[in-house]
C-alpha cells in the first residue's frame, strides 16, 4: 500500500512539473520560412523566351479541365461549397470539404475557376492520383526546371531550385494551364495537386521570380486581413485533419483558448520582427498556455513565415521532421491554429 502511495505521489509531482515546465512540451528544431526571391527585370525582347504550349494536356474528366472556366460548370459536378473564404490574391476560396476523401479549395474571381487545390484521395487528377509514388509521377510527368511565359504585355520566368524539383515540381499542362505536384518527401508519395492559370501562378509566385511587368498585387486593408486570417485558421485545421486520417491519426478537435494562445504568438513575431517558438516577452509555448489558463499533458507548436496559403504551410511542416512529429502525433486531441497575416502557429495539447 505505502508503495502504490509513493508512486503515486511521485506521478502528482512528475505531472505538477511538467505543466510548469517544458517537460510536456515538444519542440521542433526546424523553422518553416519561405523566402521570396523576386526580381524585376528589363529585359530585351530576345530573351523573353517562353516554353509555352497551345496545346492542351488537360484530361477530360481531370479536375483541371475546369480552370479559366466558369464556375456554374463546376458547381454543376459538385453542388455548393461548405463556405467562401477570402483570400489576399483577389479570388474566393470555394471550400469543399464533404466528406475530407474529396478535400478541395476552389479559387473563383468574377465566375471564373483560377486555381484548384486538390488533396482529397477520390478526386479526379488524371494522370494524377493522390498517394502516387514519386516514380511513378516522375517516370510520366514532364517535369520542368524552370517555366516562363507572357501575360498581359508582360513577362514572367519561374526558376526551380532542387528542393522545388524534389517536393514540389511543376507540369505545363499548356493553354495557360499549369500543375504543382506535392509530395511527402518520406513516403515519396503525391499527397496534392494544385493546379493554376497564369494570374493565379502570377499572384502566389511559389518559386523564384524574374519578371518584366505587373505582379497584380491586391491592396487588402486590415479588416480583409482578419477574413484572411480566420479563413487561413479553418483551412490549416481541415487539412491537418485530412492528413492525419490519411495517415491513421484520430482528427483534432478545435479549442479556442488554444487559438488564442497561438494567435498571440503570431501577432507577436509579426510585430516583433522576429520568428521562433521562443518569445522574449512572454516566453516558451509552456509560459503562454500557463498564462492563459490551459491546462494540458501534453503540448507542441509548429510555425511558419511566408508561405502561401495554408495548404503550402500544413504541406511544409509534414515534410519537416519535427513539425511533422507534432502534426502526426497520435497523441494529440486538440488544437489551436492562430494565423496573422503570413506568420503561422499551430499549437496541440492533450487534456
Keep these: 500500500m505505502k508503495f502504490i502511495l509513493k508512486v503515486l505521489v511521485m506521478l502528482v509531482i512528475c505531472l505538477f512539473i ?10 521542433p528544431n526546424e523553422k518553416n520560412q519561405a523566402f521570396e526571391k523576386i ?26 479541365r475546369f480552370i479559366d472556366q466558369d464556375f456554374k460548370q463546376f458547381k454543376a459536378q459538385f453542388g455548393e461549397p461548405v463556405r467562401i473564404d477570402k483570400t489576399p490574391y483577389g479570388y474566393d476560396n470555394y471550400v469543399y470539404n464533404q466528406p475530407n476523401s474529396s478535400y478541395m479549395i476552389v479559387g473563383v474571381r468574377d465566375q471564373k475557376i483560377q486555381t484548384v487545390y486538390a488533396l482529397g484521395e477520390d478526386l479526379s487528377l488524371e494522370p494524377y492520383k493522390i498517394g502516387m509514388s514519386i516514380e511513378k509521377v516522375f517516370t510520366n510527368a514532364k517535369l520542368q526546371s524552370g517555366i516562363a511565359f507572357s501575360y498581359q504585355n508582360g513577362f514572367y520566368r519561374f526558376e526551380l531550385s532542387e528542393d522545388d524539383l524534389n517536393v514540389r515540381p511543376i507540369v505545363n499542362l499548356g493553354s495557360g494551364v499549369y500543375a504543382q505536384l506535392n509530395f511527402d518527401k518520406f513516403k515519396s508519395k503525391l499527397v496534392s495537386v494544385r493546379y493554376l492559370n497564369k494570374l493565379a501562378f502570377i ?26 486570417n480566420k479563413a487561413n485558421d479553418e483551412q490549416t485545421l481541415e ?33 516583433n520582427n522576429y520568428f521562433d517558438h521562443q518569445s522574449k516577452t512572454y516566453g516558451s509555448l509552456s509560459d503562454r498556455l500557463k498564462r492563459a489558463g490551459v491546462r494540458y499533458q501534453l503540448a507542441g507548436e ?17 515534410n519537416s521532421p519535427g ?6 502525433d497520435k497523441k494529440f486531441t486538440y488544437m489551436g491554429e492562430g494565423t496573422y497575416q503570413k506568420y503561422y502557429t499551430q499549437n496541440f495539447i492533450t487534456k
Aim: charged share 25%.
Design 39 to 64: 526580381k524585376q527585370e528589363d529585359l530585351a525582347p530576345t530573351k523573353k523566351k517562353t516554353n509555352e504550349s497551345n496545346r492542351s494536356m488537360t484530361s477530360k474528366t481531370s479536375i483541371s
Design 323 to 328: 513539425h511533422r512529429k507534432n502534426l502526426l
Design 18 to 27: 511538467g505543466y510548469n515546465t517544458d517537460l510536456f512540451f515538444q519542440s
Design 302 to 318: 509548429n510555425i511558419a513565415h511566408n508561405y502561401i496559403d495554408a495548404g503550402a504551410v500544413v504541406e511544409g511542416w509534414l
Design 239 to 271: 487539412i491537418t485533419n485530412v492528413i492525419r486520417e490519411r495517415y491513421g491519426a484520430e482528427e483534432l478537435a478545435y479549442d479556442n483558448q488554444v487559438q488564442q494562445v497561438a494567435y498571440n504568438h503570431s501577432v507577436d513575431m509579426m510585430q
Design 203 to 228: 499572384k502566389m509566385h511559389p518559386y523564384e521570380l524574374n519578371y518584366q511587368g505587373s505582379l497584380f498585387e491586391e491592396k487588402i486593408d486590415e479588416a480583409m486581413w482578419q477574413k484572411i
